[in-house]
């Protein structure tokens, strides 16, 4: 039933992430000196860059060679992409008319100016707006696993519950928290343990729908949100996840890997529910399988 389907840009590692402000970044500036040097041809009459007058500009100048680059899976991860690569395209182009009137000495009209600086201020707020949006990604995100971090938490609970409420469906929480995670930064070091949470991580996200949340709740505590699961549903998935983790080996350098277990909290988040009441039961739950030998599944 958990089966993972692709999760738009909250697949790409924080790393990506980075890469990709970085370069749209870099193109804002890019462009901006460009569009100087534009105004240089087209008012002071300084020489033009052949490169500007081809059909394919917007292939050539560097954004364009780096965007050309970009894995299809990627480019597919955000409508934004391919409106920017339309958006760049058009206003390369009307660049190179603007540029080739300029040429043959023909006089250039207010509307293609206009239009062109048009075309230049939407590629610029589709910059902007993809920027934002993956910075705020990155904002709520833990830096070392790519888990959520706590920052929407309560927020983003709050809205999955009132959507179920609405449809009259269930909503179930898991809380993980790894056993004995001491023992194992205490007896290979925190470089080690950081292997293990991302390792961890990586492992129940390969099991999650797209509208699955998993949240970095603490150290090495984890909180799931399952909407539209039953109670009997959640247990079952908690379960064949903690088999999962039980058997994980995990890579820790020099051809060595270490084995860890979890224990698990399940609880529904009811109707007239307060979200914080309902992870509170879920985090009693996950004590209770502590206490009752650890590497289980407790039901609250």
Not at 32 to 46: E, H, P
Not at 147 to 169: F, G, Y
Request: charged share 25%.
């Amino acid at each position: 039933m958990h089966q993972n389907t692709g999760q738009g840009i909250s697949s790409l590692s924080n790393t990506q992430l980075e890469d990709v402000i970085a370069e749209i970044e870099q193109a804002i500036e890019w462009h901006q000196s460009w569009y100087k040097n534009l105004l240089r041809c087209l008012i002071a009459d300084t020489p033009v860059n052949e490169q500007d007058l081809a059909d394919n500009a917007h292939n050539l100048c560097r954004f364009g060679q780096w965007f050309n680059k970009l894995p299809e899976q990627t480019l597919n991860l955000h409508p934004y992409f391919s409106e920017i690569a339309c958006a760049h395209q058009k206003m390369h182009q009307g660049a190179t008319v603007l540029l080739s009137l300029k040429e043959t000495k023909s006089a250039i009209s207010v509307n293609l100016l206009d239009q062109f600086h048009a075309d230049l201020d939407r590629l610029r707020e589709l910059f902007d707006t993809l920027i934002d949006e993956f910075s705020e990604l990155l904002h709520t995100r833990d830096p070392l696993t790519g888990a959520s971090n706590r920052t929407n938490l309560v927020e983003n609970l709050q809205k999955e519950h009132e959507l179920c409420k609405r449809k009259s469906l269930s909503c179930a929480l898991i809380m993980i928290d790894l056993d004995h995670f001491k023992q194992v930064n205490d007896e290979f070091g925190h470089a080690v343990g950081d292997k293990v949470l991302i390792a961890l991580v990586k492992f129940i996200k390969s099991h999650l729908r797209e509208y699955d949340q998993l949240y970095r709740y603490g150290g090495e505590e984890f909180l799931v949100c399952l909407p539209q699961t039953e109670l009997e549903g959640a247990k079952s998935f908690s379960e064949r996840l903690r088999a999962g983790v039980e058997a994980l080996k995990i890579e820790i350098g020099k051809g060595k890997h270490i084995n860890v277990t979890g224990s698990f909290g399940v609880t529904l988040i009811n109707a007239d529910d307060d979200i914080e009441a309902a992870i509170e039961r879920a985090d009693q739950a996950m004590y209770q399988a502590k206490k009752s030998g650890r590497n289980r599944v407790s039901v609250a």
